[in-house]
């Protein structure tokens, strides 16, 4: 319970929610920010100026078309001159990108990941990315931070990685080791690729202007970003979302947990794999294939993505029950099964889910698809700025 | 995306802030509250003013013990003089309280609700009760309004209750027939019990000060509370929290929802009756009389508590990992199964829920028994005048 804030915080408050709303939707005129953020036209130009003085935005006039007058001044992010790291660990690969305010990805590279791979070999490749792409970053650019988002369970106080079954790590200080490699002034915040990809698509992608949304990614494994009532739930230590060890089938097939009938030994990618006769191959190159399979007709291929397009919608249907959400989207190796399973997914979560819970779902694929993961990292590093931007700044 | 307040609207909150915190809290000196609240004692003093001279709290010295100097002024919410009605439909119960600003409850009548009781046969007592209730109402107290829980799916928009499959009933506007009954000034806020009940746990009882907490609530069937970042969920249209509708076993029992395997298909309160051999009883006090048998030693109730305490550690355990929550509440019926069966439930949780997402985890009793369903009704009524004290007030 807290005491509402000093003029001076009321002010700081209202300069990173200008920064926020033109980082989210890009250049914006004076005209719309005032009606946006029902601030009148005085202060929105003494904020814009403000931001302008440290760095953060310019403003240049644009002739609105087909009226006279006087132009329309546009705010626009300092995508070019403000930016940030974003790294990604996923099961199979390894991303980096420099990522500017605004969410725009201005450079990025990206590497196959060795299933087993241990974490020191992933913190040299991620290092050397950032240190191939830091060779372009332009004179007087302001750093801000890394984000690092991992398919894996990271404690919300630290950072550190407490478990990544599928990736095969157990309490590893991933973030620390980077920060290490890569050095720089801003801090290193490590994230789950499931709760970023989820920040994203409900802030700029297919699930904008919706407060209640539900973000599986698949892989090896399936794990939830979860936003409710608007904003990102990810429990008492950062834990949550671990949708992929909910018990659908008791008597299923052992987890890599430990326990059973895990709801991601019915829908990861080994048993789509094992049922369609491939357990022989990994990694979503696979899972596209017997996606493309199911699609030609073939009948193992056809029967693995039934059994796993019903599992998902009794999944999805208990997350219904549960959140009662307006949107669940499918990412990662999800979205491919997906494409092909739409109608049975819908069907199963029909019957499962109750019809309140379900009257004003969406089922979609990400809009930003896996750079997501990357605009989300950035994010992470993005957040301190946003919430207080004057804080640190060099003017 | 909102722009900060403005000074007078600065002024507003901290009344709302001050208030709610007597509310929760009761009898707060001034020390306490510039403390707490983060404000200086002259702000403190003139906040107090505002809301005493509106009637809301009153201010007595007291003298602190053992010290000397100024006595310690306490401000008290003026329980006796503001006051909310409190109703509860549960599956077998009617409830109704009057209920002081502070959450004291003033009065209280209940009645028992034969199962298949129509709407209007439950909106005559419970009307009636209001009725009688208020004969005792001191002159000049002032009436906030009125809520009811109901064992049931609740539109947010409007307390239409969509469904209420324990009770029978479906798209029923309960609160409305009730309001048109009762008559009086204050609006009739319509809430699920189980909401209503975490969020009174949740300020003043088990789980004070944890911010993610789940609170089960079983009868017939089983509904949750959730706390998650400090704030309750109930997703898109309110329908959220359906977790007896979680499918745990795809191949068990069909469930009133049409589907099959539903959580509460395993341990509401008919299984747990037929398993010991006591199909022909229903209601908390069989269910009692079961926990009781199972502690004698009675075979048939043993194995039925030991089959319902195995299938609430899993479906817990599926929340747990969902949620990564600080404590579980276990309401209603559920209460007294969790006495004898908590060391399974426990055991069976541990297997399902993984570390990380468990290992802050307490499993609780609620502190308020059935008493936090009644103040949690009066709490939605209260709601209004906690966010705008003076909004209204006739000073």
Redesign the interface.
């Known amino acids: 319970?807290?005491?509402?804030?000093?003029?001076e915080?009321?002010?700081r408050?209202?300069l990173g929610?200008l920064l926020?709303?033109v980082h989210?939707h890009g250049a914006t005129s004076r005209a719309e920010l005032t009606t946006?953020?029902?601030?009148n036209r005085s202060t929105i130009g003494a904020l814009t100026a403000d931001l302008t003085a440290a760095g953060l935005v310019t403003e240049k006039g644009q002739r609105e078309t087909g009226r006279a007058g006087r132009p329309s001044l546009l705010v626009r992010p300092e995508s070019a001159k403000v930016y940030a790291y974003a790294l990604n660990i996923e099961v199979d690969r390894l991303r980096a990108a420099r990522v500017g305010l605004g969410g725009v990805i201005l450079d990025r590279r990206e590497a196959e990941r060795p299933r087993g791979m241990q974490v020191v070999d992933a913190v040299q490749p991620l290092a050397a990315f950032v240190q191939e792409m830091g060779k372009d970053v332009p004179a007087g650019a302001r750093y801000v931070g890394a984000g690092l988002a991992v398919a894996g369970?990271v404690?919300r106080a630290d950072g550190m990685v407490?478990?990544a079954p599928t990736i095969g790590w157990v309490d590893q200080p991933v973030g620390e080791a980077l920060l290490a490699e890569i050095g720089g002034d801003g801090p290193m915040i490590v994230g789950n690729i499931a709760d970023v990809s989820a920040l994203v698509e409900h802030s700029r992608g297919a699930a904008a202007g919706r407060?209640?949304v539900i973000y599986l990614y698949g892989d090896v494994g399936v794990g939830?970003g979860?936003i409710?009532?608007g904003?990102r739930?990810?429990?008492?230590?950062?834990?949550?979302?671990?949708?992929g060890?909910?018990?659908?089938?008791?008597?299923g097939n052992p987890c890599s947990?430990?326990?059973h009938g895990c709801w991601e030994t019915e829908i990861g990618e080994y048993p789509l794999l094992k049922l369609a006769g491939r357990e022989d191959r990994s990694g979503r190159e696979a899972v596209l294939g017997v996606v493309e399979a199911a699609m030609r007709g073939d009948w193992a291929a056809q029967q693995a993505v039934r059994h796993v397009g019903e599992w998902i919608g009794?999944g999805v249907?208990?997350?219904v029950?549960?959140?009662?959400?307006?949107a669940v989207i499918f990412g990662g190796t999800l979205r491919d099964v997906y494409l092909v399973a739409a109608a049975q997914i819908r069907s199963r979560l029909n019957?499962?889910?109750?019809?309140?819970?379900r009257?004003?779902i969406r089922l979609r694929t990400p809009e930003l698809g896996t750079d997501a993961a990357l605009i989300g990292a950035a994010e992470l590093a993005f957040e301190t700025l946003l919430a207080d931007p004057l804080l640190g700044a060099t003017g």
Chains 1, 2 share one sequence.
């Open positions: 319970m807290k005491a509402g804030p000093s003029q915080e009321v002010r408050h209202n929610t926020r709303y989210i946006k953020l029902g601030l369970m404690r407490r478990l407060d209640n939830a979860i409710a009532g904003r739930i990810t429990g008492h230590g950062g834990y949550g979302g671990e949708v060890h909910m018990v659908v089938n008791p008597r947990c430990g326990s009794l249907g208990n997350l029950n549960i959140f009662n959400p307006e019957e499962v889910a109750l019809p309140a819970c009257e004003h």
